[in-house]
């Protein structure tokens, strides 16, 4: 039996990012989604070269034993690609890009995947991710250190150890090959839908029986609904028999690979929606000189297999010294704030983090209970000057806890402000992966419910949305309901359960 894809794709910028840095492909023999990361400047470059690379290959010139070969050369092209562009403009070193793409050969698929966007696949009703996430947290579960429950919500979910990337010269993807089915449908996303949206919710919208086109505008509709803090990229495929309706011809292309990027065809209908609006400002044009930056919430690992890590950290190889000295975080030292370089996880014996500066005058039993816990638990940064920032807006709350017990009164959280980073409900219960989000000062717009496997934020202005994490049962994990905060610019800190 000869089969064909009946196939669509979306892109949406989300509700907090001021660019898509997503791309997307979708065409009759190839579909591939690439979430490109590197700050203002680069994620958008790599994830287009990483689909101008892989698109020729959408065609019928290959058999089904060369396909994962073809795959997998056109995936390192793209990683050369990736690394002559950085040496002709180094002011996108450290951009980067996933890649998962789906190759169809006859009547088997090649799929190649590297980094953490995701492909799925719902046959007879099951939908089963058959893709694996090459995370930090996901190789942390595989060692049995992690359950799968306790990776949602854990800290460094988002650090990646292998994607293409100027910083990591040795990429290998993971290389598969896939039986077709006729009624098997497949699901590639960035994690700006996987880390919003449930399975279980995934699998009932595809499920559902719409057409492609539908089912995609469902989904990312969903993903906005639960905040949608990045950019959110999907593409639905239906193994169909040829002998009915004429297969799809005509490629999709969308995302920053698209030359065209549509605006959102749906006026704002949700909270976070609205938020995102009161919020949104155009993008400033970029300084002459732009700094290196790094993609809020995603960081590169040196690292190049789980199996060495340990052994890589232990025997202190210059690619892991290279990157610990580029990571730091905000945590307790003596019973004071201080400024930490490394990881807030430990690997057994190994320490992978070191004390850089001690804030004295910010006890950490000074402090909220809630930002005693983070910083208990340790709060991302994606700098030292951004760590520095951190401190200082714990500083600034210690100053008016105290203000407020001279006064001789506890106060309420309406009525003490500061300048900090106003936390929200979600980054109560996700744990500090949010953290990120306190590297750039100024208030920030709702990050994901539990359940998600990025949070990140961008600059906005002074009013600041609050999300209230949605019920555990609820369809799309991370919606909730959103309220804007106070026009000030500052946030409220509540002083109650101090010591």
Excluded at 267 to 286: C, F, G, I, K, S
Excluded at 446 to 464: D, F, H, L, Q, R
Aim: charged share 20%; proline share 8%; net charge negative.
């Amino acid at each position: 039996m000869a089969i064909a894809l009946r196939y669509a794709a979306r892109s949406d910028i989300g509700l907090v990012r001021s660019s898509n840095q997503d791309s997307g492909y979708a065409g009759p023999h190839l579909l591939v989604v690439a979430d490109g990361m590197g700050g203002h400047v680069g994620g958008d470059v790599a994830s287009s070269l990483a689909i101008g690379e892989l698109a020729p290959l959408d065609g019928e010139s290959h058999g089904s034993d060369d396909a994962l070969g073809h795959l997998s050369k056109a995936v390192h092209a793209a990683h050369q690609q990736l690394l002559d562009r950085v040496a002709q403009e180094p002011e996108l070193t450290g951009m980067g890009t996933t890649v998962t793409a789906l190759l169809r050969s006859g009547n088997r698929f090649a799929l190649a995947h590297i980094g953490d966007s995701r492909a799925y696949l719902l046959r007879d009703d099951a939908l089963v991710q058959i893709t694996r996430d090459h995370t930090f947290v996901q190789t942390l579960v595989d060692e049995g250190r992690l359950t799968p429950e306790e990776a949602e919500q854990h800290p460094q979910r988002s650090v990646l150890m292998r994607v293409l990337s100027d910083i990591v010269e040795d990429v290998e993807p993971d290389l598969s090959m896939r039986e077709a089915k006729v009624g098997d449908r497949y699901l590639l996303c960035s994690d700006g839908l996987s880390g919003v949206v449930s399975l279980d919710t995934l699998r009932a919208t595809l499920a559902a029986g719409a057409d492609p086109g539908s089912t995609c505008e469902t989904l990312v509709q969903l993903a906005l609904r639960g905040g949608a803090p990045d950019n959110v990229t999907c593409i639905v495929a239906d193994v169909v028999d040829t002998s009915g309706t004429p297969p799809e011809t005509v490629p999709a292309v969308v995302g920053s690979a698209s030359a065209q990027q549509p605006a959102r065809s749906s006026p704002a209908t949700t909270p976070a929606e609205r938020a995102a609006e009161l919020t949104a400002v155009p993008p400033a044009p970029p300084p002459a000189e732009p700094p290196r930056r790094r993609r809020p919430g995603r960081v590169v690992w040196m690292a190049a297999a789980s199996a060495g890590l340990l052994a890589v950290l232990a025997g202190g190889g210059y690619g892991a010294y290279r990157w610990s000295q580029v990571q730091f975080f905000v945590g307790a030292s003596a019973g004071s704030v201080a400024i930490y370089r490394g990881l807030p996880q430990d690997l057994g014996p190994i320490r992978l983090s070191t004390v850089d500066q001690v804030a004295a005058d910010v006890p950490v039993d000074e402090l909220p209970s809630y930002s005693r816990q983070r910083v208990k638990r340790g709060i991302v940064a994606d700098d030292k000057g951004a760590a520095s920032q951190i401190v200082e807006s714990l500083r600034d709350q210690v100053r008016a806890c105290r203000a407020a017990a001279l006064a001789g009164a506890t106060p309420s959280p309406s009525t003490v402000a500061t300048t900090a980073t106003a936390p929200t409900g979600t980054q109560a219960t996700a744990g500090e992966s949010e953290s990120r989000e306190a590297s750039s000062s100024g208030p920030r717009p709702p990050t994901t419910a539990p359940g998600s496997a990025v949070g990140t934020v961008t600059k906005v202005p002074t009013i600041t949305p609050t999300t209230t994490p949605a019920p555990s049962g609820s369809p799309a994990a991370g919606a909730g309901t959103t309220a804007p905060s106070s026009q000030t610019g500052v946030a409220a800190v509540d002083c109650e359960g101090l010591g």
